[in-house]
């Protein structure tokens, strides 16, 4: 009679409801990688210098960039974080690195060689491959590409690139990985020398293919860290469809960047309530179809990896701080999971408004604690949810990554007033992030904020029991459910 009765009150609650989640009917349709959840910490943190200001220093009319010392790597909150959400990549890249000396000495130069516009001390990095090594980080980078690198004929020079290979080494480290420069679409405005095109990069492109065989063979080629090609604000100067031309074949992995939009330092002013709108979430869409088509063209085959990446270029939008942007951060992940994408780096760890932590202090901004939980409950195993669609409620499910025969599902509630019902056909674990308003710098797993304890101590992130049955979903919020019995998952 119980059972029976179970199964009554079940079907009433799937009338009631509008979806029903079955772990048991759950198919696995992909794999990601075990690192798919990385960072970005730019070479400019590492070298010290001008990046984008937070909009906290205020008088961004004036200038949008602001000095900064290096990052201090050796910051045990920092270290304690970052290990939190391994393992992962580290990138140590951005538009600056295109122009950065690697000195050959234990403190950098009072002013780069000429045809540089900064330098890396042997110091700095010994602190990077430190920090990599405590933060259980592989490395990704990329090298200088500006006319300091360069022969009399104009031709990239592989010489700096060798010192940092050496000096890797030497710290006992490796690089994992490796984009020849960043963003060659962009050229002009990234370091490379006057009216360098698309024949200039395929000749470079080619002599760091054999260079890096030769003197670094277990380093994956990355390639092209291209941006732009899509209709968003920012158009390309150059094409990628011409760069992979060019170069012809040699990648390992096929990378490209995204960002939705432009933060207003450079001139675009998005309001927020686009934040959770359908058109703004499925904006990283748009660009992955345009980079995995060039793929298949010129690199079939070869995964794809989204090496830098956050809701706006230009240092993140006012609100990327907030709990409003944790929805798009969640989905993005989500989407690129099932759509095959490998690994997804976020720009960045620690700089500016889009940072997972705040800058100065090191303390866990709202996407921090959607990381961890992501890191914690979402396994490399993708599945399709099987579940009907409703507007404002996107559903992911991945295997749990410690749990055999348990699944980890992510429901985003993006509707700021309606309350969404699913029916779930077995008990669950479920952990629901809200804040007091959207655009909060707090969060509250279950009710409770999220915040570090003594010693910077993380919380302990516990889940309250739900049975089967009807499941209502608050507005505006963020759920992950942990559910027994998925068969794609044993």
Request: proline letters at 7%; glycine letters at 8%; hydrophobic letters at 40%.
């Amino acid at each position: 009679m119980t059972s029976i009765l179970l199964a009554a009150l079940t079907a009433c609650a799937a009338q009631a409801g509008d979806i029903s989640i079955a772990p048991s009917r759950m198919k696995a349709v992909g794999t990601v990688d075990a690192r798919f959840q990385s960072y970005n910490v730019e070479m400019v943190e590492v070298t010290g210098g001008r990046f984008w200001k937070p909009y906290a220093q205020g008088r961004m009319q004036r200038d949008r960039y602001s000095n900064r010392p290096p990052i201090d790597l050796a910051n045990p909150r920092l270290r304690k974080l970052a290990a939190a959400l391994s393992p992962a990549y580290i990138r140590i890249s951005g538009t600056w690195a295109n122009a950065t000396y690697v000195a050959d000495t234990e403190s950098a130069p009072a002013a780069p060689p000429a045809g540089f516009n900064t330098a890396l001390s042997r110091a700095q990095w010994r602190g990077v491959v430190d920090f990599a090594r405590a933060a259980n980080a592989e490395i990704v980078t990329s090298f200088a590409i500006s006319p300091g690198s360069r022969d009399a004929n104009g031709a990239w020079k592989p010489d700096q690139a060798q010192r940092l290979v050496d000096a890797t080494r030497s710290f006992g480290g490796h690089i994992a990985a490796a984009e020849f420069m960043n963003e060659p679409t962009l050229a002009a405005n990234n370091g490379a020398p006057p009216g360098y095109d698309a024949e200039a990069y395929g000749r470079d492109f080619r002599i760091f293919h054999a260079w890096i065989r030769r003197s670094s063979p277990e380093t994956l080629i990355l390639g092209p860290a291209s941006t732009g090609d899509s209709a968003a604000p920012g158009a390309t100067s150059i094409r990628t469809r011409d760069l992979l031309a060019a170069s012809g074949p040699g990648l390992d992995r096929f990378s490209y960047h995204h960002y939705d939009t432009l933060s207003p330092r450079c001139g675009v002013h998005d309001h927020p309530s686009q934040a959770l709108s359908e058109d703004w979430l499925a904006r990283g869409d748009v660009t992955l179809s345009i980079y995995r088509a060039l793929r298949d063209a010129f690199e079939p085959g070869k995964p794809i990896w989204l090496t830098e990446t956050a809701d706006a270029a230009c240092g993140g939008n006012p609100w990327d701080a907030t709990f409003l942007d944790t929805f798009r951060y969640l989905d993005q992940l989500g989407r690129l999971a099932k759509s095959g994408v490998q690994v997804v780096m976020h720009n960045t760890l620690a700089a500016s408004d889009y940072g997972l932590l705040d800058e100065r202090s090191f303390r866990p901004r709202p996407n921090y604690w959607a990381a961890l939980l992501w890191r914690r409950l979402m396994g490399t195993t993708v599945l399709e949810a099987g579940t009907a669609s409703m507007p404002g409620l996107h559903i992911y499910a991945h295997c749990h990554p410690a749990r055999k025969s348990a699944v980890s599902l992510l429901l985003i509630s993006t509707s700021p007033n309606a309350t969404r019902r699913v029916t779930l056909e077995g008990p669950a674990e479920r952990y629901v992030l809200q804040a007091d308003r959207l655009q909060s710098p707090t969060v509250r797993l279950n009710g409770e904020p999220l915040e570090l304890g003594a010693h910077d101590g993380l919380p302990r992130l516990a889940a309250h029991t739900v049975p089967a049955g009807l499941l209502r979903i608050p507005p505006a919020s963020i759920t992950f459910l942990v559910m027994p019995d998925a068969a794609a998952c044993r």
